[in-house]
């Protein structure tokens, strides 16, 4: 064996020790510490960003004024690349401070699972938010797994039992969700059936005040129509673990030439999506979102919503928009990634299409027929079924459970 193998070797083997040392240290730490009622650790999108329903929860607690009463901590991956309003503190996800307010915190406010050495103390309240109305089968209902390459369903299964099992609260945002989760989670907490709180917003400021912030905000052209394209990830399509590639059979530069005229598209990734995508030929056709950018505030600033299988279709109809759904693997993706849990044929509100032509066609008839009159039946039973609680007061519901002793 060569010097530089054994140093590598040696290496290594400091790295776990250090890592399992500090662990071990964790764990003795949940029975030393006691948890404070006042300190609520934040979390979004497994730390890469402040978004979601955490983002809204804890605004609503600024809002109150109730960040003079309590100490707010975000936990992320790169604090120092994100800009939260007021005064929190910022940590460092899977470091000493993030370990020790995960200790410390009475309560816990996240969106998706945590992470799996986490221990949560009996005495602090976890409010599992979720991140969406579920299209595609999740949890212990999927009978197969390829997410990044991990193809191990019953490790997966058990890995999602242990997480949800320090779940108090789940955010539901419809019975036919409530419904899912309580066995796809294998859930037997309390069911919060209030809405997500980033929808909020879509029910109180869906006015052109509003909307015309967001525009100068993000430098969306304010004398065009905004095309909204945020497609979901494909399991199948990664860099690396947690990291996907951009796939898309969009053609950008027929989509440039036949709307760029009356259209700017925004393109939002999922935020699992890594791709460096260079956008500069379309510079004033397409806005490529920062990954910071909350897609909330896109849907207001939008006045159409191209997606695929993301749950974002179910939040975007609380505007009433016009949703098209571009969907070129439609047959590969049910059969062979993911069961859906309902029939897109059957119940989405818009047009299916499997090709840009068709697409821009589409598009065009937005202007030219009665969108309402083709859809409006459709988009009522929609609204109806997945829409159910959301009703502008999820954010202030929240704040009060937290506010409870």
């Known amino acids: 064996m060569s010097i530089n193998s054994i140093k590598k070797s040696m290496l290594n083997l400091t790295h776990k020790c250090v890592k399992y040392g500090v662990r071990a240290l964790y764990y003795i730490g949940t029975y030393i510490f006691k948890p404070k009622d006042n300190i609520i650790l934040f979390e979004s999108s497994n730390g890469r960003n402040y978004t979601g329903n955490p983002r809204f929860i804890y605004e609503e607690l600024l809002n109150q004024g109730l960040d003079k009463e309590y100490e707010c901590v975000w936990a992320l991956i790169n604090p120092s690349e994100q800009e939260i309003p007021g005064n929190p503190k910022k940590v460092k996800k899977s470091r000493f401070k993030f370990l020790y307010y995960t200790i410390k915190s009475g309560t816990w406010v996240l969106d998706s699972r945590h992470l799996y050495y986490l221990k949560k103390n009996k005495n602090t309240r976890y409010i599992q938010t979720w991140h969406g109305t579920p299209l595609?089968?999740?949890?212990?209902?999927?009978?197969?797994?390829?997410?990044?390459?991990?193809?191990?369903?019953?490790?997966?299964?058990?890995?999602?039992?242990?997480?949800?099992?320090?779940?108090?609260?789940?955010?539901?945002q419809n019975s036919y969700s409530s419904e899912i989760f309580r066995r796809a989670f294998a859930f037997d907490g309390e069911m919060l059936e209030i809405g997500y709180p980033r929808n909020d917003i879509l029910v109180n400021n869906n006015n052109k005040e509003y909307i015309d912030k967001i525009?100068?905000?993000?430098?969306?052209?304010?004398?065009?129509?905004?095309?909204?394209?945020?497609?979901?990830?494909?399991?199948?399509?990664?860099?690396?673990?947690?990291?996907?590639?951009?796939?898309?059979?969009?053609?950008?530069?027929?989509?440039?030439?036949?709307?760029?005229?009356?259209?700017?598209?925004?393109?939002?990734?999922?935020?699992?999506?890594?791709?460096?995508?260079?956008?500069?030929?379309?510079?004033?056709?397409?806005?490529?979102?920062?990954?910071?950018?909350?897609?909330?505030?896109?849907?207001?600033?939008?006045?159409?919503?191209?997606?695929?299988?993301?749950?974002?279709?179910?939040?975007?109809?609380?505007?009433?928009?016009?949703?098209?759904?571009?969907?070129?693997?439609?047959?590969?993706?049910?059969?062979?990634l993911r069961d859906f849990y309902f029939d897109m044929f059957e119940e989405v509100p818009g047009p299916i299409v499997e090709n840009t032509t068709d697409l821009i066609d589409e598009i065009k008839k937005i202007n030219d027929e009665d969108y309402e009159a083709k859809y409006g039946m459709k988009y009522d039973d929609f609204q109806r079924k997945y829409n159910e609680f959301d009703k502008g007061i999820a954010s202030k519901r929240v704040v009060d459970i937290i506010k409870e002793k």
């Open 136 to 172: 595609k089968k999740l949890g212990l209902d999927m009978d197969y797994v390829n997410m990044s390459g991990n193809q191990d369903i019953e490790r997966y299964h058990e890995d999602f039992k242990k997480n949800s099992a320090d779940w108090q609260y789940l955010i539901s």
């Open 215 to 336: 525009k100068i905000k993000f430098n969306i052209p304010r004398d065009k129509k905004v095309i909204l394209y945020a497609p979901t990830w494909r399991d199948n399509e990664y860099y690396d673990s947690g990291e996907y590639k951009f796939a898309t059979k969009m053609d950008f530069d027929q989509m440039k030439e036949s709307l760029s005229e009356d259209y700017v598209l925004i393109v939002k990734y999922h935020y699992l999506v890594k791709d460096p995508i260079d956008w500069e030929k379309y510079d004033d056709f397409i806005i490529e979102c920062d990954a910071n950018w909350d897609i909330q505030e896109l849907y207001l600033a939008s006045d159409i919503l191209i997606t695929d299988y993301s749950s974002v279709m179910f939040d975007y109809a609380i505007l009433r928009r016009p949703m098209l759904f571009f969907t070129y693997d439609l047959e590969f993706y049910k059969d062979s």
